[in-house]
């Protein structure tokens, strides 16, 4: 997917629950792509992140975000408009990857063009089998417009 080729993948996080920061740098740890996580706790920080704003000021552009829903500061759902309405940034692909299973918050974020939906498993097995597929059809089926 990455348009440096032998490189690794480059992925934002955007998620809370340090449980599931701990899950999901695991679950990458283990699957077949070099990757590189940063990982961000709320939705203010994912926009400075994406925007290369304050301490974040040369980082590395991600080439996929992970973006959990309920955050404080500035909700997941506020974070995916932003994303969607940057030109900047509406190419770099959001998997929203949460906990809710609402009807009401997969709709409203198929609404604001997220590129995937995944409701988080409970366990690691599962939350590894969800991660694992993630990383295979998102850095390595997909081919997706340059920068």
């Known amino acids: 997917m990455s348009s440096r080729a032998g490189e690794p993948v480059e992925i934002l996080l955007a998620e809370d629950n340090p449980g599931d920061v701990k899950l999901t740098r695991k679950a990458l740890a283990e699957g077949k792509l070099a990757n590189n ?3 961000v706790g709320d939705g203010v920080e994912a926009m400075a992140y994406l925007r290369g ?3 974040y000021e040369g980082r590395p552009r991600p080439d996929l975000v992970l973006l959990d829903l309920n955050m404080p500061r500035k ?4 974070v995916l408009e932003e994303i969607k309405c940057d030109e900047d940034l509406k ?6 990857l949460t906990s809710s299973e609402a009807e009401e918050d997969v709709a409203k974020s ?3 063009h997220a590129n995937a939906y995944l409701t988080k498993p409970i366990d690691f097995d599962g939350f590894l089998e969800i991660v694992g597929s993630l990383e295979e059809f998102w850095l ?3 081919k997706l417009p340059p920068e």
């Open 140 to 142: 390595e089926v997909v």
């Open 91 to 96: 190419r770099i692909p959001v998997v929203v």
């Open 53 to 55: 704003e304050g301490e």
């Open 37 to 39: 996580l940063h990982v």
């Open 75 to 78: 909700d997941g759902r506020a």
């Open 110 to 112: 198929y609404e604001l």
